[in-house]
């Protein structure tokens, strides 16, 4: 099986930089996911990491310590717009690589 | 290029009354999931589609729930009867084979059973 853990909750200005710590325990890692999901809409994919590393996206940044469990998703120069949950999802590669999400962390920018 | 596409959007029924879920995938997409989102939570897997066939339904509770996706392509997740502890969102989602690694979700069908 798999535990996957992220804040519940986070608040943050707008035009700052924010941090979204995700740990997870798995036993056939083979890939770690960030999507973004506005209330009430379809999560959307941000991110995709299987090697250490940081992957930069314009404002938004993934890094993966795979010998630590930890992944971060990291938002540059907040916008309101950046207001969601975001889910981090790790594929397991022993369980026919299924997807499996943590519970998500609700980010709240204020002006 | 369409998205993924569900129907209903909102569907709010009766405890022990049948319910369907319709999703029609993204073109040429060979791979199809259903997840079931509670409030608050991340998705979770409820049956991955390989074409048509059932390749993972371990979380599916087939006592009360049903899936099929006939031809490969459009799918459809059947409750009955229903609970009061259905209610959340039912989400579709869809991957080209070689490229499973980004799932592309639909919107989503809020059920509420009362």
């Known amino acids: 099986g798999q535990n996957i853990d992220q804040p519940t909750e986070m608040t943050a200005t707008e035009g700052a930089i924010v941090q979204i710590n995700c740990t997870y325990q798995t036993s056939g890692f083979n890939g770690l996911f960030w999507y973004q999901q506005h209330a009430g809409e379809a999560p959307t994919f941000l991110s995709y990491?299987?090697?250490?590393g940081l992957e930069e996206k314009g404002r938004f940044s993934s890094f993966l310590s795979r010998s630590k469990g930890y992944s971060y998703l990291l938002l540059k120069e907040l916008q309101m717009k950046d207001s969601a949950s975001y889910l981090c999802a790790v594929r397991d590669g022993n369980a026919g690589n299924m997807l499996t999400f943590g519970g998500g962390t609700r980010l709240m920018v204020k002006p | 290029e369409a998205g993924v596409v569900q129907s209903p959007r909102y569907k709010i029924i009766e405890k022990k009354q049948p319910v369907a879920f319709w999703c029609n995938p993204i073109?040429?997409?060979?791979?199809l999931y259903w997840y079931r989102q509670n409030l608050g939570q991340g998705p979770e897997l409820l049956i991955r589609?390989?074409?048509?066939?059932?390749?993972?339904d371990s979380q599916l509770p087939k006592d009360r729930f049903s899936a099929e996706r006939l031809k490969g392509v459009d799918s459809t997740l059947k409750i009955q009867p229903a609970e009061l502890g259905d209610s959340a969102v039912y989400l579709c989602a869809s991957s080209s084979r070689g490229a499973q690694y980004e799932q592309y979700f639909g919107p989503g069908t809020r059920l509420t059973v009362t």
């Open positions: 990491n299987v090697l250490d």
């Open positions: 073109s040429g997409h060979n791979t």
């Open positions: 589609y390989e074409n048509e066939e059932a390749v993972d």
